[in-house]
Structure formats: C-alpha cells, structure tokens
C-alpha cells in the first residue's frame, strides 16, 4: 500500500459527459502528480501541484483541468469526454517538493475511466 | 529535452534465472535521476529502485539492482533469481533538470517468468 488513495477505481461514462477523480496524498506529502496512462500514447505527465499551488504542467488538455485543495487532496477534472480520453488515470505523491531529490513517486491505485 | 528508451516490448525468464531490462536515456543535464517502477496486472505501480546521476555506485534493492552505465547513457534493471510474483511490465523513468524533475517513462517492458 502505497498510502496514496484515489477514487472512484472504475468509472464507465459516455461521450461529452464531465467525471472528476480524486486523490488523497500520503501523509506529509505536498507534492501531487497526475499521469494519464493509455495503450497509444505510454504514461504521459499531466500537471503537478504542490500545496495548493501549480507547480508544472504537462500534455494535459484544455478540457482537463486539475486542483489541490488545502487539505491537499487533489482533483482532476475531465470535460467534453471523448471515446479517447478512455485511459487509467494515476495520482503520485512526493515528499520532495522541487523534485530535485532521491524522493521516488509514490502511486495510487489509479482510476481506470471507461467513455462510452 | 529528456527522453527514455526501452526497446524491449517483452522479455521472457525462467523461472529462478536472472534478467536484464534494457534502459537507455538522453539527457544533456548534468544532474538527473533515473528510477524503475513494476506495474503489475493489477495496475498499481511499484517503485523498486533509484539510481541518482552522481552516484559512485550501482543502486541494488534485494533482488533489484541498477546497472548505471553513465557513458552509455544506460540504466539496465537486473532482476536476480526471478519469480513467478515478477511477472509485470516494468518501466524506466528519469527526471532532470531540464525537465522541472518531472518523472518521464519510457513505454515499458512486458516481463514473464516461466515456470
């Protein structure tokens, strides 16, 4: 158990529909991360907050769009859902707030979301 | 601009042997990390080693050890005595500078111990 929970695990929705997923971090970590993973395009890099603030921003799409809140739990928003935005979602937490360190990603579960 | 290669999109081990998991990076940043992460069917991802660009020695974690090969530009994952439970894909990742530190993977590798 990485100590990183993200909810819901499975999400089945259909096309232009709007979802959000949800991760908790693990204790003490400032730092999240949101990565899409698909069979196309590998795990691709999203965007990252650290303590409610964003902090880089990746291959994410202007229909996407993400928020940390100040209990630090975060949330992406997916809108406008296409047949391929169908991908496992994954929330990574990291002590290191630069990134500079040794400190490793820890992953959640993912959320596999499913666009019909 | 940072890039990850695995070149091997499946690997096949008996069960108990060792294998290697190719990893090859570019860089122009002196300071980078490179890590190694199992996925396995399940779907979370695993972190199982580290290996920092200014580290004198290859990173080793149990049965998990990193060949750090800086000239080549390589960080091969070296998974000893292999078993049944490492059936997985396994990803190459690095982060740089040049890349805010931001983790980059490469496309993985499909690893499948035999029995």
């Known amino acids: 158990d990485s100590g990183v929970t993200q909810t819901p695990k499975h999400l089945i929705t259909a096309t232009g529909q709007r979802v959000t997923l949800r991760c908790s971090p693990r204790?003490?970590?400032?730092?999240v991360y949101w990565y899409q993973q698909s069979l196309d395009q590998g795990l691709q890099f999203l965007i990252q907050y650290y303590n409610g603030e964003e902090r880089a921003k990746g291959n994410i799409l202007e229909r996407f769009s993400a928020q940390q809140f100040p209990d630090l739990h975060s949330e992406l928003n997916l809108s406008s859902l296409e047949l391929g935005d169908s991908a496992l979602y994954f929330c990574a937490s990291s002590v290191d707030p630069s990134g500079k360190g040794t400190g490793e990603l820890f992953f959640g579960e993912g959320s596999r979301l499913t666009v019909l | 601009a940072q890039k990850i290669t695995q070149t091997q999109p499946g690997m096949f081990v008996q069960e108990k042997e060792a294998v290697t998991l190719d990893c090859t990076y570019d860089t122009s940043d002196p300071s980078y990390g490179l890590f190694w992460y199992k996925q396995p069917s399940s779907g979370e991802m695993i972190f199982l080693i580290y290996?920092?660009?200014?580290?004198?020695q290859n990173a080793t974690e149990g049965r998990y050890s990193l060949n750090f090969q800086k000239a080549r530009k390589s960080a091969n994952l070296v998974i000893s005595a292999s078993q049944l439970g490492d059936s997985a894909m396994y990803f190459c990742?690095?982060?740089?500078?040049?890349?805010?530190?931001?983790?980059?993977f490469g496309r993985g590798t499909s690893l499948i111990v035999h029995p």
């Open positions: 290996q920092g660009s200014y580290d004198q």
């Open positions: 990742a690095m982060k740089a500078s040049g890349g805010s530190y931001i983790p980059t």
């Open positions: 204790s003490g970590d400032l730092s």
